[in-house]
């Protein structure tokens, strides 16, 4: 069982930066972030592998977002640049049994307990 406590959250104002953390209680494979806004569905934002060596990035999040992870200390990171209003929503870290990148919620095994992100406009 692995346990993923999220930090970094917080309101800011479209066009600021934000860095999200993801601390692991222990070793982890392909990781992700995910988002979820009010009255919508869970939503892939960006995943890396087990390495880091390779990532996925949707397209909403192209050139702004930058996800990263550390496995000496179990933590994964997400950089978010130029935020905008649209990126408001509780953000998720989440852990895959596989090695490689995956996209889907069912794919991936544990689960953190989100962190809320606000952006003014």
């Known amino acids: 069982q692995v346990q993923l406590v999220e930090s970094g959250g917080g309101l800011v104002q479209a066009g600021d930066s934000l860095r999200l953390s993801c601390a692991a209680s222990?070793?982890?494979?392909?990781m992700g972030w995910f988002r979820q806004a009010p009255g919508k569905e869970r939503e892939f934002v960006l995943g890396?592998?087990?390495?880091?060596?390779?990532?996925y990035y949707s397209d909403s999040v192209k050139g702004r977002f930058t996800i990263s992870r550390d496995n000496a200390k179990n933590t994964l990171y997400l950089q978010m640049n130029s935020l905008k209003p649209e990126d408001t929503a509780v953000y998720y870290c989440?852990?895959?049994?596989?090695?490689?990148?995956?996209?889907?919620?069912?794919?991936?095994?544990?689960w953190g307990q989100g962190t809320q992100v606000t952006v003014s406009s």
């Open positions: 989440a852990a895959s049994k596989r090695g490689a990148v995956v996209t889907t919620p069912p794919e991936y095994a544990y």
């Open positions: 222990g070793r982890t494979f392909a």
């Open positions: 890396i592998s087990r390495s880091g060596g390779s990532t």
